[in-house]
């Protein structure tokens, strides 16, 4: 048997393990349970165990259960792709933004969040794997991003999430990840303290180049239905 309890053990003894391969402080990566297709049930067994990040892909899959959670305290992240016809309610319900990839998306969520939440944490998404049809923003075009991003009063601009081409190969794994770490160090920006590295198949070369927020949703839920 595969349970939840059982998963969620697995996916935290995986974590505190790359956390020691990578010779990294125990607990400096954190866990986001990336919920996508799971019903409200299996949000809050993981939250019963002391989970309370939760990431989401889909605005109106994600209202409905922040919705049918709403006794919970979850800390609720959007890291699918957004549409500016979607930033008002993205603004209004989340925590984090883990997916922003344009200055207009940005400018959207600064102005539409509400004055009585703190600033709407942000993640810059960067395509590291130079695939065309990947969203994220070109390194490049990285340094003006963050620069223009953290001027917005309402956004406390954290730092990048990256979703690299699969690889079996961990050295392969570890490239994108260690390019993308290096170039946000060299821009000295010591308020930028989140790497969103990593989800279920990639976990131990995520930790190892330097992530403190891994993503994981299949090793923690199961599969989803293949979309
Ligand atoms: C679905 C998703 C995840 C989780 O992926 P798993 O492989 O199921 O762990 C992480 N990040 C993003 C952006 C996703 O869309």
Redesign the pocket.
């Known amino acids: 048997m595969n349970s939840i309890a059982q998963r969620f053990a697995k996916v935290r003894k995986q974590l505190r393990q790359a956390e020691i391969n990578a010779q990294r402080a125990l607990g400096s990566v954190q866990l986001l349970a990336?919920s996508?297709t799971k019903p409200a049930a299996d949000i809050a067994a993981v939250y019963s165990f002391g989970q309370r990040h939760f990431?989401e892909?889909y605005l109106q899959e994600a209202l409905k259960k922040q919705q049918e959670l709403a006794a919970f305290s979850i800390s609720w992240h959007f890291?699918?792709p957004i549409q500016s016809n979607k930033t008002k309610p993205i603004a209004q319900h989340f925590a984090w933004v883990?997916?922003v990839d344009r200055l207009k998306i940005a400018e959207r969520l600064n102005e539409q969040r509400p004055d009585y939440l703190p600033p709407l944490n942000i993640c810059l998404q960067v395509n590291i794997s130079d695939e065309a049809s990947k969203s994220g923003i070109e390194l490049a075009d990285l340094p003006d991003l963050i620069e223009q991003v953290g001027k917005l009063p309402n956004l406390r601009l954290r730092g990048v999430m990256a979703?690299p081409e699969p690889q079996q190969d961990y050295q392969a794994q570890c490239l994108p990840y260690r390019r993308l770490y290096q170039a946000v160090r060299q821009l000295d920006r010591s308020d930028l303290d989140t790497f969103s590295f990593g989800?279920?198949?990639d976990l131990q070369a995520a930790v190892a180049e330097g992530s403190t927020l891994v993503?994981?949703?299949?090793?923690l839920f199961g599969e989803?239905p293949s979309q």
């Open positions: 990336v996508k990431g892909n890291i699918g883990h997916s979703i989800m279920s198949g993503r994981i949703g299949t090793a989803r």
